[in-house]
């Protein structure tokens, strides 16, 4: 949560308006940090 990104937190709002868990959310900003920093 601390290394949002500008990339990342459209993805992390989505997933709050979709009114999905926070766990799901919290994969998603990891995953595709690690896809971003290869």
């Known amino acids: 949560m601390a290394?949002?990104?500008a990339a990342d937190l459209p993805a992390f709002a989505?997933?709050?308006w979709d009114g999905t868990?926070?766990?799901?959310?919290y994969v998603s900003i990891p995953d595709g940090k690690m896809i971003r920093a290869m």
Do not use: F, N
């Open 3 to 5: 290394y949002c990104t």
């Open 14 to 16: 989505r997933t709050l």
């Open 21 to 25: 868990l926070p766990t799901p959310a």
